[in-house]
């Protein structure tokens, strides 16, 4: 079996000045990349329910830290799960066009649920993560401060895959606050 990793780790800031009392707001976006987002794939989700492992779970976080050796977590550090349920169905709205095509997945996100007609828009659901955080600048209190993150994933064994888990942390952004 492969190699799963996370991808760079990108910092967006709305912008670089803050006056003490306004809101940071801060999207850390990744991807989890390798074996385990190429191995979830129409061939492997169809094999995995004729087998009855109708369920892939993974569980994710991501931490904003600010400072040096003591690092400060910023905002609310996050720790839930990204979820995808395979299923049989003969919806005629869930049609493909390209082919007569029976097995499904729903990938659920933050309780929310999407299905896509395409491999790669699913597992773009699945692997690709982009989160807000947003935390009062008094936080920090004045001055310049260095930003980062670190992120987590794993994943249990299923029948395309082995179990799993992989870290990653950013490189670091820097913001002012007045």
């Known amino acids: ?84 349920a395979i299923f049989w169905t003969r919806n005629p709205k869930l049609v493909n066009p390209m082919k007569d095509r029976r097995i499904w997945i729903l990938v659920s996100k933050n309780f929310e649920p999407f299905i896509r007609l395409t491999e790669e828009a ?14 009062a600048a008094s936080d920090l209190g004045r001055g310049r401060h260095k930003i980062g993150a670190e992120s987590f994933a794993s994943w249990q064994k299923h029948d395309f895959t082995e179990t799993g888990s992989i870290k990653n942390g950013s490189e670091e952004i820097e913001i002012i606050i007045n």
Request: proline share 0%; hydrophobic share 35%.
């Open 1 to 84: 079996m492969g190699e799963s990793k996370i991808s760079e780790i990108k910092l967006a800031k709305s912008k670089d000045e803050y006056s003490v009392d306004e809101n940071v707001e801060i999207n850390v976006q990744f991807s989890v990349e390798g074996h385990i987002r190429d191995s979830f794939n129409e061939a492997n989700w169809t094999k995995a329910y004729n087998n009855n492992d109708v369920s892939f779970k993974m569980k994710y976080g991501i931490k904003l830290t600010s400072g040096g050796f003591r690092k400060k977590a910023l905002g609310r550090t996050i720790d839930t799960y990204r979820k995808a």
């Open 122 to 135: 699913t597992r773009q659901e699945l692997f690709d993560f982009d989160e807000k955080f947003v935390f």
